[in-house]
């Protein structure tokens, strides 16, 4: 099962803003080579509203490809149009990668049922697991305790990513879960306490810049250093913070850069750091990477 320090990777572009799909390999296989134990493409972090379909499938394929088994794979194919996602997630899937992630609809915002019946879709029409993401402050919606334990019981449903920042809301849904339906941490700041109430890990932003501390800090409180794991969780504090100065992911494609790579521009609606907030990153990257 899915455990650990998942990177939700950065799509790096070219300048004209095409994917420089030679920089994503030196991504993946950096991330490889530094203890990431999976790999979240085209999720938020991604940049995935910003790419088509076709490119989309490019970017799974050519991921799949360069990490060839080495390490898990989880696509990010969500949409608020349930026939979409399941026609999407279907063709995904044929490409090899090894689960899915799933956001909760928004904008349309369905109901109780109606969200129910859209993951439900998308699990019967698969073979690999998926991920439920909740993101409130991205779709204005908020996954019900409920609706997330209905949910759990679907055989190919395997576990959530829990990004709404409430520690009580994760806390019951650890409580009352499957014992083989996994959390992760969708949060850089709230890892070690949602590891303390029952979660696997982390599908993380900061892993992009500092990809073994975080598989280490996970490591360390699975294994039972739990003072390891509080060291680094409150050491890295500062440096996750920044990370979200402005709206992610335009202040970790600055910090890739910082670490040399070359992740390239945005697409809009999104633009590069302002002067002010430029400074305030760089300031706390050179304290973290000299």
Known sequence: MFKGSFVA??????EDLSVNFDELTRLLNWHVEQQTDGIVILG????APTLSEAEKLKVFQHTVQVINGR???IAGTGSNDTLKTVSFSKQVESLGVDGLLIVSPYYNKGNR???IRHFTSVADAVNIPILLYNVPSRTGVNLDVDVVLELSRHPRIVGLKEA????SYATAICAKKPDDFVVFSGNDDLILPLLSVGGVGVISVAANVMPSAMHELVFAFLEGDIGHARKLQLDYLDLIHALFIETNPIPVKAAVSHIGFKP???RLPLAPLSEENREVLDEVLRRYFS
């Open 44 to 47: 938020t972090t991604g940049e």
């Open 9 to 14: 990777i950065v799509t790096p572009f070219n």
């Open 264 to 266: 390239g521009g945005y």
């Open 71 to 73: 390490l898990p794979v």
């Open 113 to 115: 049922q109606g969200v």
């Open 164 to 167: 709404s920042g409430d520690l």
